[in-house]
């Protein structure tokens, strides 16, 4: 079984900000379900990532031009060590292979 996750909001902070807009989520579940989403590559987030959408600008699926390398790492630690923290608070009631992507 594949499980996806889906960034709804947006990615960067303050004037790096981009919105995940309604069209770029519809663009991303356009091509997820038809089967469009061919390359995936390893992540520096962590998580394997489409190469490329072709409705969607790539900085979306790879937040990580958006900082110098040492800056992403240092925001992608934090942001991992507040999704442990919040998988541990919703506890046994989260599906083991769900929680084991975030491990």
Known sequence: MNYFLLNTGGVGEGARY?????EHTAGILDSLLRGGLEDWIDSLTGFRVPKAIRTVDDIYLHPEKLYSREE??????KLNRLRREAIEKIGDALHPNVRNVFS
């Open 18 to 22: 981009k919105e995940i807009t309604l």
């Open 72 to 77: 992403f790492e240092e925001r992608q630690k």
